[in-house]
């Protein structure tokens, strides 16, 4: 049986009362077996922890890196078992989250009435914004990002993937007619985007190859909420993730057309925080509660 952290401890005690016999007595071991542990983890490591004298011991430079980095394991170690035996009420503090407007509406604010009954002292400090902000200039703790992550060294976390829809109201259906072919877009009002990164064209599938279409309408906004709405109320066709339509379509208030048009325009969404996984309880709660539940959200 791996008993890694239980020698950790021995180690532990050895260097701190700089004597494998006064290790054994407070841990109430013998001496030998105090040493057959040390033996036993510097056999494992390949490398000598410490040097012993008949009147000292003294910790190599291995040594010493070993003893502080167990140190923390095991301070976490009982940090994590204090935060469950006392309850995940014990947990508090502010998180600050950061997600697009589509996304943060319909995944993740129905969640956070859950999260808050688990964790009922966590404050989530919520901004929706299609714009992709900066973690550290704006003390963010998480952003969920929708779309390909620019290379940083931010610790993505991916939750899944969106499929692009091309959706309208019936009622501008019935009015303008619905698109047959990639070809009849040029003849329906398009509602776009407005961000830097984006571009009058949708890359669509005609013929079995993808090609960059260009489309106008009446609408660049920042947002895909503002475009759902837009579509909703008549005014043009918009494209746009399936979460932000799912519940529309299944209650007939947006129709899907040109289906075969966006197979395999799909959008990555990840959970994107500073920190690795050495991250503060608060955070570590709340990636940890969202992530299954988002997943689950995203799966088709």
């Known amino acids: 049986m791996d008993n890694r952290a239980g020698e950790m401890q021995v180690f532990q005690r050895v260097v701190e009362a700089q004597s494998f016999s006064e290790a054994a007595r407070q841990m109430r071991m013998t001496p030998s077996t105090v040493s057959k542990l040390i033996g036993r983890i510097e056999a ?83 901004s929706l914004s299609d714009e992709i902000v900066d973690l550290y200039l704006d003390r963010t703790d998480i952003a969920f990002r929708v779309g390909a992550l620019a290379s940083s060294s ?54 079995g190859r993808i090609v960059d279409r260009s489309v106008s309408g009446p609408l ?40 075969e048009a966006v197979v395999g325009d799909t959008e990555d969404i990840h959970a994107l925080f500073l920190g690795g996984e050495r991250l503060p309880h608060r955070v570590r709660a709340f990636l940890d509660f969202m992530t299954p539940r988002l997943r689950a959200y995203l799966e088709p």
């Open 220 to 259: 660049l906004a920042n947002n895909g909420e503002t475009v759902r709405r837009m579509a909703l109320a008549g005014m043009g066709l918009g494209r746009i993730g399936e979460f932000h339509a799912r519940e529309d379509l299944r209650a007939g208030r947006l129709v899907e057309v040109l289906p």
């Open 44 to 126: 494992r490591l390949g490398v000598r922890l410490l040097e012993r004298s008949t009147r000292r011991l003294s910790l190599t430079a291995e040594g010493q890196v070993y003893y502080e980095r167990s140190q923390a394991l095991l301070s976490e170690l009982d940090e994590v078992e204090r935060e469950l035996s006392q309850g995940a009420a014990r947990v508090g503090g502010t998180v600050r989250v950061n997600a697009s407007v589509g996304f943060g509406i319909h995944g993740l604010e129905p969640l956070l009435p859950a999260f808050w009954e688990a964790y009922p002292n966590v404050v989530v400090d919520l």
């Open 154 to 207: 931010l610790t993505a976390r991916k939750l899944g993937s969106a499929q692009r829809k091309i959706v309208a109201a019936p009622a501008y259906l019935a009015r303008r007619g619905t698109p047959q072919t990639v070809e009849d877009l040029a003849r329906h009002s398009c509602l776009g985007f407005n961000f830097r990164r984006s571009a009058p064209m949708w890359p669509l599938r005609d013929s």
